[in-house]
C-alpha cells in the first residue's frame, strides 16, 4: 500500500504535465452543465429524450452546426421550449448559477467542435 500511493500521484502528475491533456474551460463547462441531456459527444440521451417527452438536440448534428452563433447564444442564455436557461456546475449541484455571456463563446466554440469527433 506504500508504494501504491506515491505511483498513483506519480502517474496522475505525468498525466497532467502532458500539454493538451488537461481540459478546456469551456470543455469543462460542458461536460459539468451539458452532459446529462445532450451527451458527452453531443449524442444526445435516449433517457432525458423519454423524461422530457422530445427529443433534446443532437449537438454534433449537421443542423446544430448550421445554426448561427446568435441563434445557439440566445438558446443558451434564455432557454428554449423544455430547455431552461443553461446552468454552470453538475444538475445535482445546489445554488447554480446561470452561464454567463462571457462564457458562452467558448462554449459553442466548444459545441461546434463535436460534430468533428
Do not use: W
Not at 51 to 68: C, G, H
Request: include cysteine; charged fraction near 20%; charge should be positive.
Amino acid at each position: 500500500m506504500k508504494i501504491f500511493v506515491p505511483l498513483t500521484l506519480l502517474a496522475v502528475s505525468a498525466l497532467l504535465a502532458v500539454p493538451g491533456y488537461a481540459a478546456s474551460d469551456s470543455e469543462k463547462l460542458y461536460e459539468n452543465s451539458c452532459t446529462s441531456c445532450h451527451g458527452s459527444a453531443g449524442e444526445g440521451n435516449r433517457i432525458m429524450d423519454q423524461f422530457y417527452k422530445v427529443r433534446i438536440p443532437r449537438l454534433n448534428s449537421a443542423d446544430v452546426e448550421k445554426m448561427t452563433d446568435a441563434h445557439l447564444t440566445n438558446v443558451i442564455l434564455n432557454g428554449k421550449r423544455k430547455m431552461p436557461p443553461a446552468m454552470a456546475a453538475i444538475p445535482t449541484t445546489l445554488h447554480r448559477t446561470k452561464i454567463t455571456a462571457e462564457q458562452v463563446p467558448g462554449l459553442i466554440v466548444y459545441v461546434r467542435t463535436l460534430n468533428k469527433k
